[in-house]
């Protein structure tokens, strides 16, 4: 009877199968101490009391425990995701500030290259031949750069990650 009175209260599914196991189990206790025990009235009648008392013990304890696993939960999930959204916060800006640097370096390099090349232009009279001569500096300075430094670019990128987790 109290299992049907418990499966039509609003409590979480899980709640309610802890709780109907726990009464299994003390139905099951009670049936085996009842072939065990005299077939004395007086007896039969304390001990049918004191199980139906365990069994409304072991619900008000099974709602505290529910109630502060619940608690707990929703607190340690809380703290996961402020540590998560500050890491996240921490990597974004990370991110933000290499790709900003990125930006104005390449800006300056393009400004740079510019005004070198209208230099080498009217040293070798022909502005054409200075592009060519930039040109081709910035072509081998970018393949030596991809050449030696692609592990330790990789690496340094992972470790700045790493400090930033």
Known sequence: MIVHILLMMNNSKWANILKITLLKIVEEIEKYIKTKVSQDENVQGISSSLFTSLKFVVLEQTDGLINEVTGFTKKQINELADI??????????????????????????????????????????????????IGGIITIMSLIVWKFSQKRLS???KSHISEVL
């Open 84 to 133: 998560v959204a500050k890491k996240t916060a921490d990597i974004l800006a990370s991110v933000i500030h290499i790709i900003i640097l990125l930006i104005l370096a390449a800006f300056t390099l393009i400004f740079l290259s510019i005004s070198a090349a209208l230099y080498l232009g009217e040293l070798t009279g022909k502005t054409y031949i200075g592009f060519l001569i």
């Open 155 to 157: 690496e340094r990128i």
